[in-house]
């Protein structure tokens, strides 16, 4: 049996995006013979893992045979939020994180969330994305309102899918 383990911020619990995505892959890849746990750094680090996989700022230092999912750039984070923190702050905290993330993802397998994510990575940390996992919404049943076109809040609307028979 192959053992996997998904590195989490918070294994306890699914209530951010990080932390729904990896219960989301534990899940998927549950089953035949593969047998996911979701842990910590610590955990990961001190298992027998046949496979490791490690998300954001959290890896680095998490065995081999690892694949690493960027689910975003903290850069590019930071460059568009905490803009009324002082500059020696966001810079600590910038050149913290970037350091953090760009180490996760050295030596390893990499993916990104999104086509922005993979530029990003490339962009700032010279780092080449693997694959990109495709967007997960199904425009043919989901679509925008147009509402952004006007200035006031997007709004996404369903309409059900058209079955075969009248397709």
């Known amino acids: 049996m192959a053992n996997v383990a998904i590195i989490s911020p918070n294994p306890d619990t699914q209530s951010g995006g990080v932390e729904r995505f990896c219960y989301d892959v534990a899940s998927a890849i549950s089953g035949d013979g593969v047998r996911a ?4 750094l610590a955990k990961a680090n001190s298992g027998n893992w046949d496979l490791v996989i490690s998300n954001g700022m959290l890896g680095g230092s998490a065995g081999r045979r690892r694949l690493h999912v960027y689910h975003g750039c903290w850069i590019s ?3 568009q939020d905490h803009k009324t923190a002082s500059l020696p702050w966001r810079a600590k905290r910038t050149l913290t994180g970037a350091m953090q993330e760009l180490r996760a993802g050295v030596g390893v397998r990499r993916i ?3 086509t922005s994510a993979a530029r990003d990575i ?3 940390y010279g780092l080449r994305v693997d694959g990109v996992i495709s967007n997960g919404v199904d425009t043919e049943s989901h679509y925008s309102s147009g509402a952004m076109n006007t ?3 997007q709004t996404l609307r369903w309409r059900r899918p058209r079955s075969p028979a009248t397709s």
Request: net charge neutral.
């Open 151 to 153: 200035g006031s809040d």
């Open 112 to 114: 990104a969330v999104s």
């Open 37 to 40: 746990e979701i842990v910590t």
């Open 122 to 124: 490339r962009r700032f």
């Open 77 to 79: 984070h930071m460059l």
